[in-house]
């Protein structure tokens, strides 16, 4: 049973450092998004790819977040420096165009909390 | 963007049927209807899509009237495995930039 996984599962940071989240897409899906997850905002894209370039980050806050996608294996989110608001849960998803059918296959996240 | 407007919560007891409804009064021509499910501490799963009439999966059926600005979501024979919050979303297949989740519906399935 072929799933997305997601690297660490739960982080703990202070204020100011560098947090780098993972996640390996099921194989072969061409698409790769990332969710952040929260209790007021609820779910929220941040970016997305297909075929390995971004094709939407205007979710993203600029200045501090950054995505990327070094193959298609691997696919990479990253807060520096970190602030106390991002703390969430940050959910990654990969998905494969089937005919008229899209889904998303979301992984277990990432629960992030910036002290 | 088409938004969309769901009940906050909703209960139910085990062996009865449940009907979510999603309102999106703005869909356009080209987008469709998807419904995704999430267990507390879980990612959102894909429950089932369609665009109209009736669409129906191993899990689920999905309604969508003529004029496709409500869907929706039933579930048959509930049990408390199915408690979770659903997500109805409205977007044009392969723009997920135009996916918008919402707050979902809280489904409470009782004993």
């Known amino acids: 049973d072929a799933r997305v996984t997601q690297t660490p599962r739960h982080k703990v940071t202070e204020m100011g450092q560098e947090v780098t989240m993972r996640c390996q897409p099921i194989?072969?899906?061409?698409?790769v998004f990332w969710y952040r997850q929260t209790m007021m905002q609820g779910l929220e894209l941040l970016a997305y790819?297909?075929?390995?370039?971004?094709?939407?980050d205007s979710g993203m806050p600029k200045d501090r977040f950054s995505a990327e996608m070094p193959d298609a294996t691997l696919a990479t989110l990253k807060i520096q420096p970190s602030e106390p608001r991002d703390s969430a849960v940050y959910f990654c998803?990969?998905?494969?165009?089937?005919?008229?059918?899209?889904?998303?296959?979301f992984g277990p996240g990432t629960r992030l909390l910036v002290l | 963007l088409a938004k969309t407007t769901q009940p906050i919560s909703m209960d139910s007891y085990e062996g009865q049927e449940v009907n979510i409804t999603c309102s999106h009064n703005n869909i356009a021509t080209n987008d469709y209807i998807t419904w995704y499910q999430q267990f507390p501490s879980q990612g959102p799963r894909f429950i089932i899509q369609?665009?109209?009439t009736k669409v129906t999966n191993e899990v689920a059926s999905l309604f969508i009237p003529a004029d496709r600005k409500s869907s929706t979501l039933s579930l048959p024979r509930v049990s408390l495995s199915d408690t979770a919050v659903y997500y109805c979303?409205?977007?044009?297949?392969?723009?997920?930039?135009?996916?918008?989740f919402g707050s979902g519906t809280k489904l409470n399935v009782k004993p």
């Open positions: 790819f297909r075929n390995r370039a971004p094709l939407d």
């Open positions: 979303l409205v977007g044009l297949l392969y723009n997920f930039n135009k996916f918008y």
């Open positions: 194989l072969g899906h061409n698409t």
């Open positions: 998803a990969s998905g494969l165009p089937q005919g008229e059918v899209e889904t998303q296959y």
């Open positions: 369609g665009y109209k």
